[in-house]
Structure formats: C-alpha cells, structure tokens
C-alpha cells in the first residue's frame, strides 16, 4: 500500500519561473493538504482539499499561488513567478475524511536562485 | 489566534533514559492533537494522537498526556534509542480539518 508520494523531490528554479509540485495521496484517500516548512521553522497550512474542490485556502498567499486537485491525477500546487522567499519545503497530506489522521509525503524541496 | 508552541527547543538525553518533550497550545477549541516525528529530509511520520475527551493515551513506548487545564500537552519516550535522534513536533486540529503545528523540538540522543 502505496504512501503519499510527491515529485519531484527537489526543484531549483530561477526567479520569475513557475513551479508545479505533485501530490498522490495515499490509495483511498480523497482529502489532501498542503503545508510549507522553512528552515528551523514548523509546517505552516495552505491548502485543503478535496476532489474537484477547493476546502479551505486560508494559508496560501493570495497572489502566485494556486491549488487544484482535479478528479483524476494528483494534486497540484502551483507558484507562479517564483521569488527567493518561495524557497522552502512543500509538504501534502492526505486523509480518509473519515478519521483526523493525516499521513505526510516526503516533500519537494524547492530552491529559487 | 491559534497558536501551538513548545517550551524546548532542543533536548539532549542519554540513550536508555526517558525523555519528556513539551508543548503549549492556546486554541481550547481544537479536538483532536498528534504528535509528529520528523528526520532530516523527510516528511513528518505519526507517532501518536489523543483527542481532547482524554488524558492519557500509551503507544509503543511512547506516552501522550493531555492536560485541558493549563492547555499543555507532552510525549514521553521511554528508554530513548539513537534511532530516535529527530525533530518533534505536535499538532493540533479542529474539525478534522488543517493542522497549527508548533515550531519543533531537537531531540539528541547521546549514546
């Protein structure tokens, strides 16, 4: 049984780029979330969502960055016309809906030069 | 606002003793709190949870107490390994919806 997967791993991009991070949530799991860790620092929220929906967007910024998880394929998290600050690292979960566990995949760490 | 903090931002044990990681959180309203391991490069893994209607909960050599009272909640790992070396972090959630995690402790295990 297959965990989160995310890729890819590691993306380096120069400043005013577009990045597009992936997200397959675990076999069964239809709610997704996406968190940013910076160095030293804990996840922070972005993103929840659901097949072909959008839950709760509270965290991300509200330029740059988009979310979707359509009804087939991963989810993405896309940022357009990356700047040095976006670098960090992405982080999705997912959940059954049914239970408040949430099960992490390895992250894409992403680097703007 | 919501916030979850830790008291420690680093904690070094010897191998064999128990260690006691701490964590403050102020939102009274969250339900449900995990805790989190994290090591160099990966995502977070679960460790344990506990939901806000109980006190206690005992896992595989670790230990969740949630104190209501004072908003405090804390992991005890009994006789810590090498293997435990990582970065700890809990989490709080409302609704079953986003995780407030705070900002994580160091755990060095000295062999």
């Known amino acids: 049984n297959a965990g989160v997967m995310q890729n890819p791993r590691h993306l380096v991009r120069r400043r005013g780029q577009e990045a597009r991070l992936r997200c397959s949530p675990m076999?069964?799991?239809?709610?997704v979330y996406w968190y940013r860790q910076l160095p030293e620092e804990g996840l922070k929220f972005m993103v929840y969502?659901?097949?072909?929906?959008?839950?709760?967007e509270s965290g991300m910024p509200k330029e740059r960055f988009s979310a979707e998880f359509p009804k087939e394929g991963p989810s993405i998290l896309r940022i357009q016309q990356v700047v040095r600050g976006d670098s960090a690292a992405y982080f999705c979960?997912?959940?059954?809906?049914?239970?408040?566990?949430?099960?992490f995949g390895p992250g894409t760490r992403l680097t703007v030069t | 606002g919501e916030s979850v903090g830790l008291h420690l931002p680093t904690l070094s044990v010897q191998e064999g003793d128990n260690s006691i990681i701490n964590c403050a959180y102020s939102?009274?309203?969250?339900?449900?709190f995990i805790w989190y391991k994290q090591e160099s490069g990966k995502g977070p893994q679960f460790i344990i949870d506990?939901?806000?209607?109980?006190d206690k909960r005992q896992g595989q050599r670790v230990t969740v107490l949630l104190n209501k009272t004072v908003k405090h909640l804390s992991l005890q790992i009994a006789a810590t390994q090498p293997g435990d070396s990582a970065v700890y972090f809990c989490?709080?959630?409302?609704?079953?919806?986003?995780?407030?995690f705070g900002a994580g402790t160091i755990l060095r295990v000295k062999s």
């Open positions: 969502l659901q097949k072909e929906n959008i839950i709760d």
């Open positions: 989490a709080e959630n409302k609704n079953g919806n986003k995780l407030v």
């Open positions: 939102n009274s309203a969250s339900d449900y």
């Open positions: 076999k069964g799991h239809s709610h």
């Open positions: 506990i939901r806000s209607n109980m």
């Open positions: 979960a997912s959940s059954s809906g049914t239970d408040y566990e949430q099960y």
